[in-house]
């Protein structure tokens, strides 16, 4: 009877064992997972869109719609010496035209400073047919100090998006900005704060 009791008592103790190895595994699998989820989901909303994070394209819309749309532009900096805003504060072109637009930044600080811009598009659902062939966000920016610099964009929205049901009415789209230092992570842009009428047609 002593012998069963030690069996029992060796058994409940392997089996602690493996239960501590498991849920250690489990554990370590979930903070990988953590520290895997930031450039995944950036990825997959690089991607698809989502979230509003535009898209990046090589080549131009071969198509080109009579139907018009406004692009607004917003501009913020979040721990970076500098001042920063669009040239101008919005325009207006056809779907599948391609549009050059720029912002301006100036290093306000006496020392070189280096930034990199997050962005995103409200509504955020238009992330997807937002594209972008060049833009600064695609590189770090580096400004002397007083340094003033024009930072183009070029880009044009996908006449697809008349063929989505939640954006064919919307008449405009923001485009937003947001600078940080580099030595800081750089969460996704905030979202600007502007209302956008979808239950309007879009119009010239």
Known sequence: MSGGTTDQKQTASRRNRNAAILCTAVVGGMIGMAYAAVPLYQLFCQVTGYGGTTQRVEQYSDTILDRTITVRFDANTNGVPWEFQPKQREVTLRLGETKQI?????????????????????????????????????????????????????????????????????????????????????????????????NENLGG
């Open 102 to 198: 720029s912002y301006v930044s100036r290093n306000l600080s006496n020392e070189p400073t280096s930034g990199t811009a997050t962005f995103n598009v409200s509504p955020p659902q238009a992330g997807a047919y937002f594209n972008k062939v060049e833009c600064f966000c695609f590189t770090e920016q580096e400004l002397q100090p007083g340094q003033s610099y024009d930072m183009p964009v070029v880009f044009f929205v996908d006449p697809e998006i008349i063929n989505v049901p939640e954006l064919k009415n919307i008449n405009a789209i923001t485009l937003s900005y947001t600078f940080f230092p580099l030595e800081k992570k750089a969460p996704l842009a905030a979202a600007p704060k502007t209302n956008i009428n979808q």
